[in-house]
């Protein structure tokens, strides 16, 4: 977690950063998290970032995979796809 909580102090001005953080004690709709995540949840807001993953990205309808950024305006559209490596057979 520390590692997670110093690339979030270190992000630049225009920065995204994306992927599965795999934290799903964090409630982004209300800025809620668990103990082991609040210190990752108090950078992300320190430093400005908006998460802007509205959608459960796991099974379990977690957001574990995240975007985040200091720039949200810069930010066209975030789809849901679906699964990775998923296969679908016809």
């Known amino acids: 977690m520390r590692k997670l909580v110093e690339l979030v102090q270190s ?3 225009d920065s995204v950063l994306l992927s599965d953080f795999n934290l799903p004690e964090i409630d982004w709709q ?3 998290a668990g103990r082991r995540s609040q210190a990752f949840l108090e950078a992300v807001d320190d430093h400005m ?3 802007l ?3 459960a990205t796991h099974i379990k309808d977690n957001c574990l995979d995240l975007v ?3 720039i949200p305006e ?3 559209e975030i789809m849901d796809t679906g699964r990775l490596g998923t296969v679908t057979m016809r």
């Open 11 to 13: 992000v630049k001005k």
């Open 30 to 32: 209300t800025g809620e």
């Open 49 to 51: 970032l908006e998460q």
């Open 53 to 55: 993953v509205d959608f």
């Open 68 to 70: 985040l950024t200091n």
């Open 74 to 76: 810069r930010v066209v």
